[in-house]
């Protein structure tokens, strides 16, 4: 059975940093390739971040490149979203994806075979 246990959300001040992380079990961790999406309330859930096997490659979504960075610890089959210069526009439910299908980053919802329960980002101006 997957499991991706996401982790590491709460409140943050405009301009501050939060990382969230997410744990995952029951699948070969490092053949996933992993991302993070958000979910603001009213809205459609939206690509953030996605990070390949081994690593070598990541793609972000315009809208948080230069602040926020993916990355992943196969050893401790653990994937992150450091999170820089957050803006109140960040708020969201992040969830954490695995895709153990294709290599290759991809930016849809429907590219991702399991999905985290999600983590509350909130930041307050």
């Known amino acids: 059975q997957v499991q991706l246990v996401e982790s590491g959300g709460g409140l943050v001040q405009a301009g501050g940093s939060l990382r969230v992380s997410c744990a995952a079990s029951g699948l070969t961790f490092s053949r996933a390739t992993m991302g993070w999406f958000l979910q603001a309330p009213g809205k459609e859930r939206e690509f953030v971040a996605g990070?390949?096997?081994?690593?070598?490659?990541?793609d972000y979504a315009d809208s948080v490149k230069g602040r926020f960075t993916i990355s992943r610890d196969n050893a401790k089959n653990t994937v992150y979203l450091q999170m820089n210069s957050l803006i109140p526009e960040d708020t969201a439910v992040y969830y954490c994806?695995?895709?153990?299908?294709?290599?290759?980053?991809?930016?849809?919802?429907?590219?991702?075979?399991?999905w985290g329960q999600g983590t509350q980002v909130t930041v307050s101006s």
């Open positions: 990070i390949s096997w081994g690593g070598y490659t990541r």
């Open positions: 994806a695995a895709d153990q299908t294709r290599q290759r980053v991809g930016r849809r919802s429907s590219d991702y075979d399991y």
